[in-house]
């Protein structure tokens, strides 16, 4: 339930942010979002480590993400929040469509 409860919260937060929204939950909400998405991307490809090595290895990730939009971004002088909002979305989906697919895979094999 907390889990559902954060995905929600930095589902707003992306939300306000794309929308330019004056609320000032903005920050603190587009914060979240950006550092759980990657953040949960990089733990479901992590799947061998223990927990507590998981966490601490897909927060270190999500960092690395945002840092990389973020240079990325100010090195072509094409800085946005809309522009990092998105790409950051668009790298997580990146990194998760892989395990999607392996998981599909993977499933489709046990039950033959």
């Not at 990657?38 to 490809?45: D, G, L, M, Q, T």
């Not at 939009?69 to 892989?98: D, E, N």
Request: net charge positive.
């Amino acid at each position: 339930m907390l889990a559902g409860a954060a995905t929600a919260v930095a589902a707003v937060g992306a939300l306000l942010a794309l929308t330019d929204s004056a609320s000032p939950l903005r920050g603190p909400c587009t914060l979240l979002f950006l550092l759980s998405a990657p953040a949960v991307a990089f733990a479901a490809a992590l799947r061998g480590l223990e927990p507590y090595g998981r966490a601490l290895s897909a927060l270190a990730g999500s960092v690395v993400v945002n840092m990389l939009v973020a240079q990325g971004m100010l090195a072509v002088h094409r800085w946005s929040v809309h522009g990092g909002v998105v790409v950051v979305t668009l790298l997580s989906l990146l990194l998760l469509i892989p395990v999607i697919l392996r998981e599909q895979i993977s499933g489709k094999c046990t039950q033959r």
